[in-house]
């Protein structure tokens, strides 16, 4: 069955940066669209970046357009998110999901996604 484990999450500053990791199993990755999640206590889990399987195309949610790039590595079925600048209120649980259908272009909405991982949890400090 598909499995996506997320890595990289932890406490940084202010203005720092992380990298978050999720590498997938279970299906052939490179055919399958890619996103990134959030979750804050006490709020619903809000779309934050995805990316199509061939690399070719990505989306962001408005508020991390300039500071988080979502990118893969289908030799290493990896998604990454490169996260810089960041600000309290970027503290959350994040979440890497993978697309239940095969397509070609990006996708937002969390019904789109079939799979999910455990997540790991980024906090930023003031």
């Known amino acids: 069955q598909v499995q996506l484990a997320e890595s990289g999450g932890g406490l940084v500053q202010a203005g720092g940066s992380l990298r978050l990791s999720c590498v997938a199993s279970?299906?052939?990755?490179?055919?399958?669209?890619m996103g990134w999640f959030r979750q804050a206590p006490g709020k619903e889990r809000e779309f934050v970046a995805t990316i199509n399987p061939s690399a070719g195309d990505t989306a962001y949610a408005d508020f991390v357009k300039g500071r988080f790039t979502i990118s893969r590595d289908n030799a290493k079925n990896t998604v990454y998110l490169q996260m810089n600048s960041l600000k309290p209120e970027d503290t959350a649980v994040y979440y890497c999901?993978?697309?239940?259908?095969?397509?070609?272009?990006?996708?937002?909405?969390?019904?789109?996604?079939?799979?999910w991982g455990q997540g790991t949890q980024v906090t930023v400090s003031s």
């Open positions: 999901a993978q697309r239940g259908l095969e397509w070609r272009g990006t996708a937002a909405a969390r019904g789109a996604y079939a799979y």
């Open positions: 279970g299906r052939t990755f490179s055919s399958y669209t």
